[in-house]
């Protein structure tokens, strides 16, 4: 079966259920981490913990997925997406509600995020970028776009939804509900959608009456792990990752402390960063249809780069509330964005022979970056009694992020044979 053959309307006519599976299920991973700014108030208040234990939660679930994100992504190229992904959003369920057990020991705090970042890493990102990846190819930069959407989704409906949860049945409930709820609407599409490029040659084949044909006989161009390891591009790409992670999700889990310090009302705040998250849905769904007409290094670059402009506006304009809808707007925008683009030329530099060891490498970056993120700010904040050192760290970083990425080279064509290796 010859997946590059295809039309894009082709692509989109047999795949957009695996690309509205994925992002539902992308959606799903990024709940927890975009609701853990409305608990920090409620939990402190009932069990007086600061920022940098309630930062340490996610800090210690993000860096326990960095740790096994290479292996998994292995496992994704041996066992497919579906396999793994099924169970994975089971389990994610659980460890989700199982947050509303917390007794007011710190040990089990941490104890119970750390546990929680071994189960979250059975549906994030690789998962669904591998199995929309390889089944787009014309029309790969906007399905991912969509993909990458579901944290966007997530950012727009968790912090009202969130709060009325927690306003309505309490900071337990609220935990309970958004596993069980948002996780049972994804378990359903996946079960009926997700299926990545490999489960449709096996079928196809099996409809031919090949059914003996092993599965994983697709043949996808692409560099050998070790050609990976050797890469400038895949080195720029992943530091400019990591650089704009640490600093972008960092902000987002700490916007809604750093927006009601300021005088903003928890309603307010609340739906400020809602109105991000729909700035969001646009940003990712604009760059995935600019990244399939222009050069994705530039488009990536640039997208990247803005973020600088939110971190500027919080710090010196923080009191104007035209300043900080604007700033959430952009923030807003090129939110998720960073996983997209990372995606889109990992697949670019590196091919699909390995992407999901590939990009595993590159979740264990992005995991990394935002669990230090998050702990980062938290301890600025603890230590300086403010959020602004962090902010022009933002300012600093995500300006140098955006530049690596412009300074790529030109993106490579793959040969459709068997040969891994680029023409230039």
């Known amino acids: 079966m010859e997946y590059s053959a295809r039309t894009q309307a082709q692509e989109w006519s047999s795949g957009w259920s695996l690309v509205l599976a994925s992002a539902i299920g992308f959606s799903f991973f990024s709940v927890l981490l975009s609701a853990i700014g409305l608990f920090m108030e409620p939990l ?93 190819e ?35 409930g609220a935990f309970f509900w958004l596993g069980a709820g948002w996780g049972g609407l994804t378990l359903l599409l996946c079960w009926l959608f997700l299926y990545d490029a ?8 099996a409809r031919q009456g090949e059914a003996a044909r092993a599965r994983g006989s697709v043949s996808l161009p692409g560099l050998t792990k070790a050609q990976a390891w050797r890469s400038p591009a895949l080195w720029m790409v992943g530091a400019s990752t990591f650089i704009v992670m640490l600093l972008t999700i960092g902000l987002g889990i700490h916007l809604f402390p750093i927006l009601t310090e300021s005088g903003v009302p928890r309603e307010t705040a609340a739906w400020m960063m809602s109105l991000g998250g729909i700035a ?28 600088a402009v939110t971190f500027f506006m919080l710090d010196r304009f923080i009191g104007s509330t035209a300043a900080v809808i604007i700033a959430v707007v952009i923030n807003g925008y090129a939110a998720g964005t960073k996983m997209q683009i990372c995606a889109f030329l990992t697949v670019g530099y590196a091919g ?72 230039s």
């Open 44 to 136: 402190h208040r009932e069990f007086g913990w600061d920022k940098s234990v309630l930062s340490a939660g996610p800090a210690i679930a993000t860096g326990v997925t960095a740790l096994l994100s290479p292996f998994y992504g292995a496992m994704i190229d041996r066992f497919g997406s579906r396999r793994l992904a099924l169970p994975g959003i089971v389990i994610t369920i659980a460890g989700t509600a199982m947050f509303a057990l917390a007794d007011g020991s710190r040990t089990q705090w941490l104890m119970m995020w750390a546990l929680f970042g071994l189960l979250l890493t059975s549906i994030k990102s690789t998962i669904w970028t591998t199995a929309v990846a390889g089944v787009f």
């Open 280 to 307: 969001g849905v646009i940003g990712k769904l604009t760059t995935g249809a600019l990244l399939d007409r222009f050069r994705p290094n530039w488009i990536g670059g640039l997208t990247m780069g803005v973020t």
């Open 352 to 423: 699909m022979r390995n992407f999901g060891s590939i990009y595993g490498l590159m979740s264990a970056l992005v995991a990394l970056g935002s669990g230090l993120g998050p702990f980062l700010a938290g301890r600025i904040y603890d230590t300086m009694g403010d959020y602004g050192p962090f902010l022009w760290f933002g300012v600093i970083g995500c300006t140098a992020g955006g530049l690596l990425l412009i300074l790529l080279p030109p993106y490579p064509r793959w040969q459709p044979a068997d040969d891994a290796a680029p023409v």
């Open 198 to 205: 490999h489960d449709r040659y096996a079928r196809a084949a």
């Open 138 to 172: 014309k029309g790969r930069g906007l399905a991912l776009g969509i993909v990458v959407a579901g944290t966007a989704i997530a950012q727009t409906v968790v912090p009202p939804l969130g709060n009325w949860l927690i306003a309505t049945t309490g900071w337990r």
